[in-house]
């Protein structure tokens, strides 16, 4: 559920050493798979957002976004869209979880390097036997993922939410400031 808390940091890669360590011991990573399932929700939620506001520049962010999500880089989505709106952020989190949840209860594994999204499923089937069902586990809980960051995002979260957001950022108030030099002169070109 905090991976995308670690990514906003940066510390998400504090964990790639002990995937490498345990792919090249045990032959197989189970630690890095609870987060898989972070990736698939703030797509969701970034698909319902772009379905549901009418605000054409978020609409615009969110399909970029979206498309990166799909091949595991969720960055776009965290700090352009998700992050800067808060709960859908939050709400991508809970999806995360509770399906980092399902896939740390099935010990999902990972048997080689891969990408991340979509190219992360054939690092998941069994070298050994060559059996799916990690690829099949991780294809549902990405779906479930996907669909419940959507569906809690379409529920919870309001269009004018987004637009309120935006125009917090807009309203300045102005001061007339007074600016004092330490210095006095002439001014010449």
Not at 21 to 32: A, P, Q, R
Not at 134 to 160: E, Q, R
Not at 166 to 187: F, M, N, R, W, Y
Request: net charge positive; glycine share 10%; with cysteine.
């Amino acid at each position: 559920g905090l991976w995308q808390v670690l990514v906003m940091f940066g510390l998400h890669w504090g964990f790639i050493p002990v995937y490498i360590n345990n792919i090249m011991t045990v032959g197989y990573d189970n630690i890095m798979m609870p987060f898989f399932g972070a990736t698939w929700a703030t797509t969701g939620v970034v698909l319902a957002m772009m379905i549901k506001t009418k605000d054409k520049k978020l609409k615009s962010l969110c399909v970029p976004a979206a498309i990166s999500g799909f091949f595991g880089v969720t960055e776009p989505a965290i700090y352009g869209i998700t992050l800067p709106r808060k709960k859908p952020f939050v709400i991508s989190c809970i999806a995360a979880a509770i399906v980092g949840a399902f896939y740390g209860m099935i010990d999902l594994k990972e048997y080689m390097f891969g990408g991340l999204g979509i190219f992360e499923f054939p690092a998941m089937i069994d070298p050994a036997t060559g059996d799916l069902n990690n690829v099949t586990m991780a294809a549902i809980g990405a779906a479930a993922a996907t669909i419940l960051g959507f569906v809690l995002t379409f529920v919870f979260c309001k269009t004018d939410e987004a637009k309120k957001d935006q125009t917090a950022e807009k309203e300045i108030s102005l001061k007339k400031e007074i600016l004092v030099s330490p210095l006095s002169g002439k001014v010449i070109p």
